[in-house]
């Protein structure tokens, strides 16, 4: 399962300032790009907490513009305007305060104005992004690991499709975790962001060949997730629960989780972008109802193992001479944890109701993510399978 | 024991290149920086391997200057020399090839044309390094993690110093980690290697609080090193297994196993230092011999418990209820893996038959290392008798 290291490229420059009050450090290591900045930020929440007058009072020093309303799932209409403030204005740098949606959309307005075009170009190829403004990011929400990764993802309502963009060029310059911002954050959205977390690893955990030091990394932050994702649901003003949380989702999706590893084909990211792609739906909430579904439609001789060992070394479950048992033991006690910290099951219980989109989501998941080279290859017939079994 | 995220500021830019024929990338990762190119390198090893003509062919389009003869515990004379050709030759980058020594060495080359004086002073005082010309690095041991880290040890056998420096200038830009290149390390140096690598986690890991993510990285580092060192040993052409040794010594010290928890105050590295300063023997064979005297000396109530986790974690033994059974059982498990790879037990069998500068090494140990700040704290006095039971 593990006596493998593939060849692989890695770097991730970001630097992080973990940890309460690491937001005094920010200044200093924005000063050297210039004076002129594009704040970016989301519903508002961040003026009700405070860090919105933090931020302003910390960047005196500089001159700020604003795009405040970024969406949940950011749209890329927000990107276009965005994009339009950074050359109007002539930005020197983009200074991101949210959660992932904000940081993804900040991401790609950071590309827009060196590309003379539409920014969904950038989207649907990222090998149009060439340059980029500097990005800083003060992170709110522990989840989608946007923080420390370079990748976004888009939506764009017209045409029902949201789309995932990597480039070099995306990774913030530097990154302020401070779990004290996310002490505030929901039950709901801390569930459906550690969900996210998990998922992350899934993604790349649930692969044929992996290299051991990624596979331990990956079963420790599963571990601490499950740990400290009940202790936040209960008790959202616990710091280190926080903490834990938040240094798990910036791990969780940078590559450090998966180098040496057979790429994954991120099987339930892929099905969930179609759900929330069509019905607004909350990511996290997505991928926690679809993960158990897919895999127990993918327990089979190939995948059996693997299931059995994460069902062992992650819920500590003994190991079965039958490791079908042991996998579905596993399968349970994951659909258990999801349902402890009050995660949706099914489809009908995030709204959607009707089956008519099944194809249409289930064609354009294949199309956009190499599902026919998963670790139990999908068709779109087999992915519209999954769709009934989770409704 | 690990309910705790301390802050911390993390960022490592080096860019890795791992795998079987991963430097065919490495000209066009230079060629943006110039023409001008110093290759460091050690006893020629890299000469019989056909590495060095390798490097020659791919570097057809630069202008090769050459540092030959880096010693291992690596010399303030070979820095001078290097920083010498640096300057009079206008040298754009530097290559280093070979191990830690040779890495470790070259990142001082690189910072001291910058620098108007004698580099050790820069040894001495990381502050005077503020600027570096940019350092590529090619490893052919997986031991010291310098391939990733800002880190490097210079000896000064004038004065019997054995210093480590700390900066950000001096991160490799990219490292290529190919593990065909290690294929040929002696049984000797492969277990060497593997003691350095499992030494820097106990570094880092045997503290009062560490975050539980940093945790888990640590156990799967150790866990993969405990696995692989003895098949390498045993077949040194195994490239799974050397694959494994190389990436476990990147992150073995380049503070992603340390973030979050407490620091470490490198107690072992500390005494050993001395040792190899002294008398110039193996790094990773000093720290063999003096770990499991170092765990038995600071057994106590306070560190107990970790012993005992570390035991039944790294080495699955049982948790007993008497908490120092299971502690002791590990110590014993980590002396017998030492021993199965031929790794030294006491000072005199690396040749250390003297007491004599026993007294004038724990002084130095303890005014190079914050001893007092340890896990268990160390005085001079306490020093001498870990020395003491090690001889």
């Known amino acids: 399962m593990h006596d493998q290291v593939f060849n692989f490229n890695y770097c991730t420059p970001t630097k992080v300032l973990f940890g309460k009050d690491s937001i005094k450090g920010l200044p200093a290591e924005m000063a050297p790009f210039g004076k002129r900045v594009l704040l970016v930020y989301g519903g508002g929440s961040i003026k009700r907490s405070g860090l919105y007058d933090e931020v302003k009072r910390l960047?005196?020093?500089?001159?700020?513009?604003?795009?405040?309303?970024?969406?949940?799932?950011?749209?890329?209409?927000?990107?276009?305007?965005?994009?339009?403030?950074?050359?109007?204005?002539?930005?020197?740098?983009?200074?991101?305060?949210?959660?992932?949606?904000?940081?993804?959309?900040?991401?790609?307005?950071?590309?827009?104005?060196?590309?003379?075009?539409?920014?969904?170009?950038?989207?649907?190829?990222?090998?149009?992004?060439?340059?980029?403004?500097?990005?800083?990011?003060?992170?709110?929400?522990?989840?989608?690991?946007?923080?420390?990764?370079?990748?976004?993802?888009?939506?764009?309502?017209?045409?029902?499709?949201?789309?995932?963009?990597?480039?070099?060029?995306?990774?913030?310059?530097?990154?302020?975790?401070?779990?004290?911002?996310?002490?505030?954050?929901?039950?709901?959205?801390?569930?459906?962001?550690?969900a996210d977390i998990m998922s992350h690893i899934f993604e790349q955990y649930f692969v044929d060949g992996s290299c051991m030091v990624s596979e331990g990394l990956s079963e420790s932050i599963l571990r601490t997730v499950i740990k400290f994702a009940k202790i936040a649901y209960e008790d959202g003003n616990n710091y280190t629960a926080r903490a834990n949380l938040m240094w798990a989702s910036s791990l969780a999706c940078n590559g450090i989780c998966q180098v040496g590893s057979e790429p994954g084909a991120w099987v339930c990211h892929a099905i969930e972008h179609e759900l929330s792609a069509y019905y607004d739906i909350t990511h996290g909430e997505g991928l926690a109802l679809l993960t158990p579904v897919i895999m127990r439609y993918t327990l089979n001789d190939k995948t059996v193992k693997r299931y059995a060992y994460f069902a062992h070394r992650v819920f500590d479950l003994p190991l079965n001479d039958d490791l079908y048992v042991t996998a579905r033991a596993?399968?349970?006690?994951?659909?258990?944890?999801?349902?402890?910290?009050?995660?949706?099951?099914?489809?009908?219980?995030?709204?959607?109701?009707?089956?008519?989109?099944?194809?249409?989501?289930?064609?354009?998941?294949?199309?956009?993510?190499?599902?026919?080279?998963?670790?139990?290859?999908?068709?779109?017939?087999?992915?519209?399978e999954i769709l009934e079994q989770s409704f």
């Open 59 to 194: 960047l005196q020093d500089f001159e700020i513009f604003e795009l405040p309303g970024v969406e949940p799932n950011p749209r890329i209409t927000s990107v276009r305007e965005g994009g339009r403030i950074c050359r109007e204005q002539h930005i020197d740098m983009v200074l991101a305060v949210g959660g992932g949606s904000v940081l993804d959309c900040s991401k790609v307005i950071c590309d827009a104005p060196f590309y003379d075009g539409d920014p969904w170009d950038l989207v649907l190829d990222s090998s149009k992004i060439t340059k980029a403004l500097p990005l800083f990011t003060v992170l709110t929400l522990a989840a989608t690991g946007s923080e420390y990764d370079p990748a976004a993802v888009i939506s764009n309502l017209e045409t029902n499709e949201k789309i995932g963009v990597l480039s070099p060029h995306n990774y913030p310059k530097v990154s302020v975790l401070d779990p004290t911002y996310t002490l505030t954050v929901s039950k709901r959205q801390t569930a459906a962001g550690s």
């Open 330 to 384: 596993g399968i349970e006690a994951l659909e258990a944890f999801f349902a402890s910290i009050g995660l949706p099951k099914t489809l009908r219980d995030v709204g959607i109701t009707s089956k008519d989109k099944f194809d249409a989501m289930a064609e354009h998941a294949c199309k956009c993510f190499p599902l026919h080279q998963a670790f139990v290859p999908l068709s779109p017939a087999q992915v519209r």
